[in-house]
């Protein structure tokens, strides 16, 4: 067949292909569920329990009590295992022998925020405030001058535990951080935007009226503390154990005429969160067995007994090889490691036209042009960074033009503009092939964070395929 040089462009030429076209009804019902997940899933604690209050929908059985029994598991079986209440993995048996590899899906569910300190309670200038430490990569300055929510999970001294929630709903208070107003601000606006605000600065206004009672110095702190023990018992000594986490007070919202985006906070990584999950629990019987991990700290290095830096999910893989077989063998472990095949699945950047001098345009996602497969992230020389082969990302390609998957690539932009990293490299180290695969955001680790529907409908249906790939 001769082709004439119109045709032969269209078919030795690389284009971007919007992931929109006749995906229009799919993508808009499909970001309506994840829109009542984020509405609700603003901590790692919370995540975890939205995604088991769907997976246990969807059949999946706690893997503790099968270990408790030990009770042999077979293919087919839906299992979860949830750790330390940050982290949840759920699996779905193959019916190949585990040794042979996994299918693997990897996503990390804590996001930027603010943690109250252990003694966070100080009255100043006629306010009760509450001190904070900013957790994971923020801009301050984004932090001041909205409303602000309190989630978290606190102990009273009797043992009670209370789980936190105050400002989401219309009726509830909310918080806030005060900003410099601009008729006094020349100094501030000669800084540098890293020192125009400091972590010390980022204190939550909490309270303003005073008891009347003489007696007490500190009439405003004592009169917001007296309150939170009438209603709840707390002390302010139980916030020495409190895990109190200190989110922007916003709902997700529809972004455009179109209604095409979603404006919300913890897009990183909750996006690439529910579209792992929610495909896998669309899935049946699979030749490989399933997982997903949803992990804890990637956004501080992926440190402590809830990140992926930590042996939770190495630990969690010898219950099921112990269950599988008749003898547990650390070979057997180090074989369905090595033998498996992993989506890091973590958002990713998106050209911004504001911005456009950071980012290599030709190596740079577009939104709405699908999910964004990356070879490597890391930064400048490719410095800490998972460098996919080209064996591996042939084998996705395929996979993903077979099945119609609408994908782009994408880089983090210029490269030596910074850079950032995921989970990729924990999963490889074990010797299993390993990508970056994720959502393409705007505003990236600011307070409201910017996707495309048609990005994330993307992203569940790569997901979907991805369970189903053999060996």
Request: one cysteine or more; glycine letters at 8%.
């Amino acid at each position: 067949m001769i082709l004439d040089n119109k045709q032969l462009e269209k078919f030795i030429t690389y284009e971007r292909k919007s992931a929109w076209g006749n995906n229009i009804d799919a993508s808009m019902e499909y970001a309506e569920g994840y829109k009542r997940f984020i509405a609700k899933a603003k901590t790692e604690r919370e995540c975890v329990r939205e995604a088991l209050s769907y997976a246990k929908e969807k059949g999946f059985v706690d893997l503790n009590d099968k270990i408790a029994s030990g009770e042999k598991i077979n293919p087919g079986d839906k299992l979860y295992y949830v750790h330390q209440h940050k982290c949840i993995v759920m699996f779905i048996m193959g019916t190949n022998h585990l040794t042979q590899g996994m299918n693997i899906t990897a996503a990390h569910i804590d996001a930027p925020r603010l943690d109250l300190k252990a003694v966070p309670f100080y009255e100043e200038a006629g306010l009760s405030l509450l001190k904070t430490h900013y957790y994971g990569g923020i801009k301050k300055y984004q932090w001041t001058a909205m409303p602000l929510a309190m989630h978290g999970v606190i102990f009273t001294k009797d043992g009670k535990r209370l789980d936190i929630a105050i400002g989401e709903n219309d009726d509830d208070p909310c918080f806030f951080i005060s900003e410099l107003l601009i008729h006094l601000s020349s100094e501030q606006l000669s800084k540098k935007a890293s020192v125009a605000v400091t972590g010390e600065q980022l204190n939550v206004i909490v309270g303003n009226i005073p008891i009347d009672d003489e007696e007490i110095k500190q009439k405003v702190k004592f009169s917001t503390l007296k309150l939170l023990y009438e209603k709840y018992g707390i002390t302010e000594k139980d916030f020495l154990s409190a895990e109190i986490e200190i989110v922007p007070a916003i709902k997700p919202r529809d972004i455009g005429f179109d209604r095409s985006m979603i404006v919300a906070y913890g897009h990183d990584d909750r996006v690439c969160s529910y579209a792992a999950f929610s495909a896998l629990c669309d899935i049946d019987h699979p030749e490989r067995t399933c997982a997903c991990i949803l992990c804890d700290k990637e956004e501080i290095g992926s440190v402590g007994s809830t990140g992926l830096n930590g042996l939770f999910f190495e630990n969690i893989v010898s219950e099921l090889i112990n269950l599988t077989s008749d003898e547990y063998s650390e070979l057997a472990l180090k074989r369905t490691l090595a033998n498996s095949y992993v989506l890091s699945m973590d958002v990713g950047c998106v050209l911004d036209p504001s911005y456009s001098d950071v980012f290599e345009k030709l190596n740079t996602a577009i939104a709405g042009d699908g999910v964004i497969l990356e070879k490597y992230c890391g930064s400048r020389g490719k410095y800490d960074s998972n460098d996919a082969n080209s064996e591996y990302l042939y084998k996705l390609c395929k996979l993903f033009n077979d099945n119609n998957v609408i994908f782009q690539t994408g880089e983090l932009g210029k490269i030596d503009a910074g850079g950032g990293g995921t989970v990729a490299y924990m999963l490889a180290k074990y010797g299993a092939l390993t990508v970056d695969l994720g959502v393409g955001v705007l505003s990236m680790h600011a307070p409201c964070e910017l996707i495309s529907k048609a990005d994330l409908y993307s992203a569940y249906n790569a997901s979907k395929v991805f369970y189903n790939i053999e060996k």
